[in-house]
């Protein structure tokens, strides 16, 4: 099936939608369904794009991104810019006005000090907020009125649209979560469950790694949306099992990130209940190299940490072969046909921040068995497995369960055989590997292994707070509830100084230069992120299903409350 035939199908559901919506709740239930099972309905507690997604059919930012990447207000009257005052003419602060008459789902009024109060959470050094790179360079938030809000940076910044922009850092109810703040926000159960939003839906039931129950809110601001009365979030299974159920069976109304093989899609929309849709953007299927040691003889709260840099993987050559290794035009043919692009890039898109950086696109066996040669990493025992100064290439290689990530483990694993690099695979129920649970060891947070594998993306048009997560000091650990964002432990003071460099500069050409340099460093310079897919985004909705535009810059979910039935 065609890209362009299955984007059509997203432009076509929108186009059909009636002239006036009918009255809220009027079009009775919608099934959605997402193989990854949510956790928690906190984004600032999980950086699971499971749990942010579904967390946004309750909890709203001031303002999105739409389906071209535009900013798009919400719970604010306007985007602020320079030209409507917004943003101050020196980009040091930006002042955010609510919509007068907002009520949060239990009737009392969304305030400024909800907005101010969402910052001071997440901002809280004690409390591991997984979206901490939105606030980067923030040292003030104030409430100018009850409307109002300023933040101010530390720096002139010229994209001031990290806070309270995007399904990732939506405003959270200061009544509801103020003795949940530091170290106690993991402990708050209730309120991470069941966060009192904005957004279209309540909800009525959360059973964690499994089903949300939700019905509309009766107080959100549009008094002809939702459309439908309630709504079940279900989670779990695989991407196979969630296609079917939209395009062969029916018993579900919407399937996020069916990674299928372009054939399996195929096969499935002739069942004739739905449609799959696609959509380029940001998406990047990457091996992240893990730069310390995950071996569990380390004492507990030791491993994974920068105290132990890693025995092997901290050398260039050894990661550099490992991508040199890899066919990535057949991992696309394989897992995603027209839906997928090789990439040597973390930023693929959009054009002004995507390096020219190509080196990695073709497979060069010979030329990674010498390098390995030229570093000292020999066969020295005969076993087939290099090895140096008494240390072996042997590496736990770790993924979600689902069918293509299976596929792309087994031919990496066969490439990396040939040379002379042992691996052992392991792969965890997605709930679990995206999970932020602190206590459970097969996070992905806390990377208990050598290599993993996942894709990740950024929300907007502006690469800065996704760039910015690989600062020093980010990293999962103990003293953070092995929440943070640096997921591979890089650490470069040169890095960071691009960071800030990134963050105080305004002309967009020079933006996009610095973006491209630090994409390079992270890839092509050091070889600690090995980008293999960038990916095109593929859901699939029923054919009675209207209103839904698929959006690879924020939430997939952003505009659930203009979903229709079609009868």
Not at 163 to 175: L, T, V, Y
Not at 490 to 507: H, Q, V
Request: charged letters at 20%.
């Amino acid at each position: 099936m065609k890209l362009k035939t299955l984007m059509l199908g997203a432009a076509a559901s929108f186009a059909l939608a009636p002239a006036a919506m009918a009255e809220r709740g009027s079009d009775g239930h919608v099934n959605i369904i997402y193989w990854q099972a949510p956790s928690i309905l906190n984004p600032y507690l999980s950086s699971g794009t499971k749990d942010i997604e579904s967390a946004s059919l309750v909890v709203e930012p001031l303002g999105r991104y739409d389906q071209t990447g535009a900013l798009v207000p919400y719970l604010a009257t306007e985007i602020p810019t320079v030209e409507n005052g917004g943003v101050s003419e020196d980009l040091t602060s930006i002042t955010w006005k609510i919509k007068d008459g907002l009520v949060w789902s239990d009737g009392s009024p969304v305030t400024a000090e909800d907005v101010k109060f969402t910052a001071d959470y997440c901002m809280n050094p004690e409390g591991g907020c997984a979206q901490l790179a939105k606030f980067d360079g923030v040292t003030a938030v104030e409430v100018l009125d009850p409307l109002t809000v300023k933040v101010t940076f530390g720096q002139p910044t010229p994209n001031p649209y990290g806070p309270f922009m995007g399904g990732q850092s939506p405003i959270i109810q200061k009544a509801q979560f103020e003795n949940c703040t530091g170290a106690a926000a993991s402990t708050c159960t209730e309120q991470n469950f069941a966060p009192i939003g904005t957004g279209p839906f309540v909800v009525d039931e959360f059973k964690p790694n499994d089903v949300i129950s939700m019905s509309a809110n009766p107080n959100y601001r549009d008094p002809a949306k939702p459309a439908f009365a309630t709504l079940t979030f279900k989670g779990g299974g695989d991407a196979t099992a969630a296609g079917r159920a939209v395009m062969e069976t029916g018993e579900f109304d919407y399937a996020w990130n069916l990674q299928l093989a372009p054939d399996v899609l195929a096969r499935m929309a002739e069942g004739g209940m739905g449609t799959p849709i696609a959509a380029f953007g940001t998406l990047v299927e990457r091996l992240e190299m893990n730069m310390t040691n995950p071996s569990p003889d380390l004492p507990e709260g030791e491993r994974a940490t920068v105290a132990h840099p890693h025995p092997f993987l901290s050398d260039i050559n050894v990661r550099k072969a490992l991508s040199m290794a890899i066919d990535r035009e057949l991992l696309v043919e394989v897992g995603y046909g027209q839906a997928g692009r090789p990439t040597c890039n973390l930023v693929p898109a959009p054009a002004l921040y995507a390096s020219d950086n190509t080196e990695c696109l073709t497979q060069d066996i010979a030329g990674a068995n010498a390098l390995l040669d030229e570093a000292g990493w020999v066969d020295s025992d005969g076993n087939g497995i290099r090895d140096k100064d008494g240390v072996e290439l042997s590496i736990l290689y770790q993924t979600s369960t689902n069918a293509v990530r299976q596929d792309f483990q087994a031919l990496i694993k066969q490439w990396w055989s040939e040379i002379g690099v042992e691996t052992e695979l392991r792969n965890i129920d997605a709930s679990v590997f995206f999970g932020g649970d602190p206590g459970s060891p097969d996070t992905f947070q806390k990377f208990y292994a050598d290599v993993e594998m996942y894709a990740n993306n950024f929300d907007g048009t502006d690469p800065q707070a996704y760039l910015a997560m690989y600062r020093c000091g980010n990293e999962p650990k103990p003293s953070s509830q092995w929440q943070g964002e640096n997921i591979n432990r890089f650490c470069d003071p040169e890095y960071d100084a691009l960071i800030d460099e990134l963050a105080r500069t305004g002309s967009l050409e020079e933006r996009g230069r610095i973006a491209k340099q630090m994409n390079d460093m992270l890839t092509k310079d050091t070889y600690t992120i090995l980008p293999l897919v960038d990916r095109g985004r593929v859901s699939a909705h029923a054919n009675t299903l209207g209103g839904v535009i698929l959006n690879t810059w924020d939430s997939e979910l952003w505009n659930v409350a203009d979903w229709y039935r079609i009868d």
